[in-house]
């Protein structure tokens, strides 16, 4: 057997760890350099792709504004497309989103001008604020958009702001209004947050809710969180009523039914309760239920 010569063979490793030093203290110069030397000596190495794009990442980019959103759409794509797969090909997982975050925050500065709306309305500086890191930035970006609050994608985007700012106490009435609104954004955005309480409870829901199985049942998590979990009908108390849609009625409809009870006002209970039976028959026979438990 030929004896093997540790020297030779952990040259490469020594090169391209040379490389990644640069890479993560982001000094183009110094990296553009190892990277030389290690295209030089090892033309076939696997990582030297990668780290092509990622030492191209550091050089000077533009900051100008982008003047159009298919203009901001291709600089994303070569974000998502090219420069993350080559940081996660390369860099420890641990650092890659650290690494990013000037990237993502360079295209948020660029994109600000751009107004939200029409075909265009997902490309928008918000999202690339949070891909950055910058929950302050994210919000104040979908404050300026007109009536964020009734439209879907921004509502999205806002509720993650401010998980990501503060918790996901204050994140539920911003979490109820999107389950009303977007019952399918709303079961997007919960493995982004990845959130393991949250998660918990969409397993339940998934297992327990007498719905149709659609994603259109996701309208009545809210609704359904409130029954099994009556403590955290103060928590939604200042989200915005969606008066044309039923389960936001219903969830509010509920929580009054609940201070009723503490009231003792019977000839209003019945009253409130028929109508909540009429809005989701099955859920009401649910909280029924509970109410049987808890007054044997």
Known sequence: MQQLDIFADSRDVMLRNDVLEQLQRRT????????????????????LSAMTVLVGELEPAS???????????????????????????????????????????????????????GADAEHHAAPLWLRAGDWRAARDSVEAIESWWRIPAPLAWMTEARYRAESLDAAWPLLAELAWLAPARFTALLPVLSDASLDTLRRRFDAEFPGTGEVSDYAWFPTWLVVIKPA?????????????????????????????????????????????????????????????????
């Open 28 to 47: 183009a110069e110094a990296a553009r350099t190892a990277l030389r030397l290690l295209a030089d000596e090892f033309p076939d190495d696997g990582a």
């Open 63 to 117: 900051t100008a504004p982008l003047t159009d959103h298919a203009a901001l759409s291709m600089a994303r794509r070569h974000l998502e497309d090219v420069v993350v797969p080559a940081a996660q090909r390369v860099l420890p997982a641990q650092s890659v989103h650290a690494w990013l975050a000037p990237s993502w925050r360079t295209l948020a500065r660029r994109a600000a001008g751009l107004a939200y709306g």
């Open 232 to 296: 955290l009908a103060g928590r939604l108390e200042t989200a915005r009523v969606q008066r044309d849609h039923m389960a936001s009625r219903a969830t509010i409809l509920l929580a009054e039914i609940q201070r009723r009870e503490h009231e003792g006002d019977q000839h209003e209970l019945i009253r409130l309760r028929q109508e909540f039976s009429r809005l989701h028959p099955a859920l009401f026979e649910t909280y029924m239920a509970t109410r049987t438990v808890l007054h044997r």
